[in-house]
């Protein structure tokens, strides 16, 4: 069974960045695909970024958020910069593997406000 534990959100001020990680108890190259979605209160979950062998983001977070892996440590990181209120969501990791089965992470609250 793979875990994913998510660190890192918390409260920041409009302008203002986290990083968001997710370590997987496994290595992430045994994964198809990688993802971080959010789901603000009220609203549908929601994609944010996804890293196959290409990497996209969704329009709302281009320019401002990254996706990245350092797999020496079987971590998938969110960097999360310009943080808008917009932006206040509880952030979820994502790990697909061949299988098409997906794992998650626990989800971490990341609030955006003055």
């Known amino acids: 069974q793979v875990q994913l534990v998510e660190s890192g959100g918390g409260l920041v001020q409009p302008g203002g960045s986290l990083r968001l990680s997710c370590e997987a108890s496994r290595t992430i190259f045994s994964f198809y695909a990688v993802r971080w979605y959010r789901q603000a209160p009220g609203k549908q979950r929601e994609w944010v970024a996804i890293?196959?062998?290409?990497?996209t983001y969704a329009d709302s977070v281009k320019g401002r958020f990254t996706i990245s892996i350092d797999h020496a440590k079987n971590t998938l990181y969110l960097q999360m910069n310009s943080l808008k209120p917009d932006d206040t969501a509880v952030y979820y990791c994502?790990?697909?593997?061949?299988?098409?089965?997906?794992?998650w992470g626990q989800g971490t609250q990341v609030t955006v406000s003055s």
């Open positions: 890293m196959t062998n290409v990497t």
């Open positions: 994502n790990m697909m593997d061949i299988r098409n089965t997906n794992y």
